[in-house]
């Protein structure tokens, strides 16, 4: 919780986002925050730009937004890169989508092995080119066995039909008797999903104004803390970051109990 003072502070004017950011970790940190990356389009439009400039200049928040979750802590950060549904898209954005992640690879993986990151991906590679695939397994291999900060990227992923496949696989395991119907439980359910070894998200994050989860985690984000902002995500950055997670800290999480002190 904010104290007196720091609030008093912050309608002061005098505490800086810096000073604020330092602050954060005096108080829990979400362990893992999930972010649905949304406003690029609408960024290059405001600025007279193709909507792919919007996209490129979001590739660079992901670095910054990746550093800061790292700086302070965060055990898993979780981005929304690509939808099933984004394949929709004009032909040219989806090609220019799909390179991105080669690109920010090809770019930034010596500092994220520098820094200790593990790059994990979860989505459905089938349908992804060849050249995305390869940059993205290269990366996964290279950063295995760093214990930092997880940094998973949702490509070509769908929260629906993760939980069709995973359901499918249930049905498979109990058919061969792998697995008894009676030890189906929300558990055992969440290790056949993508994020099987990942703890669900604390708080999930949406640029742009746009208040739906957009096919996104539908599982994981039973018990997560929403923050929604207006900023586009290539504005997004310490300022932003440190709001989300000051908001965070100020709720009360009760995972449908009571506070202790209602108890
Ligand atoms: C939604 O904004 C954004 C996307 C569909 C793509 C998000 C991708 C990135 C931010 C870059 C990913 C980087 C790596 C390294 C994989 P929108 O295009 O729908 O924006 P709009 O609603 O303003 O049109």
């Not at 550093?67 to 981005?79: D, I, Q, R, S, Y």
Request: hydrophobic content about 35%.
């Amino acid at each position: 919780m904010l104290n007196k003072l720091k609030q008093w502070k912050r309608q002061q004017g005098s505490d800086s986002f810096e000073e604020r950011f330092q602050e954060l970790v005096k108080h829990p940190i979400p362990g893992h925050i999930a972010i649905i990356m949304d406003g690029n389009g609408r960024w290059a439009k405001k600025r007279a730009l193709p909507r792919v400039a919007g996209h490129h200049e979001g590739m660079k928040c992901v670095r910054r937004i990746t550093k800061l979750a790292n700086e302070l802590g965060v055990e898993t950060l979780t981005l929304y890169a690509f939808s099933t549904e984004n394949w929709k898209r004009p032909k040219m954005e989806v090609e220019f989508l799909m390179k991105l992640p080669e690109e920010f690879l090809g770019t930034f993986l010596p500092e994220l092995i520098e820094e200790n990151v593990q790059v994990r991906m979860m989505g459905s590679t089938g349908a992804l080119p060849s050249n995305t695939t390869k940059a993205v397994t290269k990366a996964m291999e290279e950063t295995r066995h760093n214990d930092g900060l997880i940094l998973n990227f949702a490509l070509n992923y769908g929260s629906r039909s993760e939980i069709i496949d995973s359901m499918k696989h249930v049905l498979k395991d109990v058919q061969n008797g792998i697995l008894d119907e009676n030890q189906i439980n929300e558990e055992v359910f969440s290790s056949y999903l993508m994020t099987k070894d990942l703890k669900d998200p604390d708080l999930l994050i949406r640029t742009s104004g746009e208040i739906r989860l957009s096919n996104f985690m539908l599982w994981q984000l039973a018990y997560t803390e929403f923050f929604f902002t207006d900023v586009l995500w290539p504005d997004f950055g310490k300022e932003q970051l440190t709001e989300a997670i000051e908001a965070y800290q100020g709720r009360s999480r009760r995972f449908g109990g009571l506070q202790s002190e209602e108890s």
